[in-house]
């Protein structure tokens, strides 16, 4: 495998990590970028380069399970002390994993009956476009009308029904270039949330979704995984865990503070560039 090759899966896998968890879609940049420049399929073969994605997509995955470990393992219930001590600084309030089940039910189900749809005729410039404008009209939306005070600043503080109601409308990101945490970001900021509290819920729920969708997609291309190619992947693996390690830890500091418009703007600014480019 050639150099020049390798280079492709670091920067794809350096886009997959800087994007997959901030509010700008990582699916709309991926496409955008493997089709416009570097045209990976060209190398590898169409259903390689795929199978590719799902593995930097497990990069990232594996990026916030790091940066939320000691969360993970309380919602798992592998340590009671921290839960305990957690629960004690909450007065008596923590993050369940039934909530958190709860919220990945739409989407959950809306992925499964509609994937071979979604996979056939929503993954084109076309359709990623009107979802980054799209999603960025949500977030200027939330960002103006959701609440200046908001009634809860931490995930530990979440209800059922917000939890639920998250979960509908993480569904929206089932549309390419909406992006995931951009969606449900927006509604936890409209039903009452901090955007840091929003923020690590949506983080919570991407794993186990992302988790099992990627899975299934692996096994169904488990036939790729070929001597040839596996550098291809471990390099954009790798790329796409160390730089959403560090995009995961940046966003999750400055949410509060800068909250979505920014990242509206920023959507916008990537959807007039890529008509002039591409079209």
Not at 97 to 118: H, S
Not at 161 to 186: D, E, H, Y
């Amino acid at each position: 495998m050639d150099i020049i090759t390798l280079i492709k899966a670091l920067i794809l896998g350096m886009v997959e990590g800087l994007t997959e968890f901030a509010p700008v879609s990582s699916t709309g940049h991926m496409i955008v970028v493997d089709d416009m420049w570097l045209q990976s399929g060209d190398t590898l073969g169409k259903y390689v380069a795929n199978t590719f994605k799902i593995v930097i997509q497990l990069g990232s995955i594996l990026a916030v399970v790091v940066v939320f470990k000691d969360r993970f393992i309380d919602l798992l219930g592998l340590n009671r002390l921290s839960k305990k001590k957690r629960t004690t600084e909450q007065g008596g309030q923590h993050l369940r994993l039934t909530q958190v089940i709860v919220g990945l039910i739409p989407a959950g189900v809306l992925g499964l009956l509609f994937e071979d749809y979604i996979d056939e005729y929503l993954f084109s410039i076309e359709t990623v476009l009107i979802g980054l404008v799209v999603g960025a009209i949500l977030m200027i939306f939330a960002d103006i009308y959701g609440g200046k005070k908001p009634k809860v600043d931490t995930v530990d503080k979440i209800t059922y029904k917000q939890a639920l109601s998250i979960g509908f409308i993480q569904c929206l990101s089932l549309w390419p270039g909406f992006s995931r945490s951009g969606s449900t970001i927006s509604g936890g900021v409209l039903l009452g949330l901090s955007h840091r509290a929003a923020a690590d819920f949506t983080f919570i729920m991407a794993v186990p979704i992302m988790a099992g969708a990627s899975g299934i997609s692996l096994l169904k291309n488990w036939e790729y995984f070929t001597l040839e190619a596996m550098p291809f992947f471990i390099v954009g693996f790798i790329s796409a865990f160390v730089f959403a390690l560090i995009s995961i830890r940046f966003f999750l500091k400055l949410i509060n503070k800068i909250k979505l418009i920014p990242f509206a703007v920023y959507r916008i600014v990537l959807v007039i560039i890529i008509c002039i480019v591409y079209f």
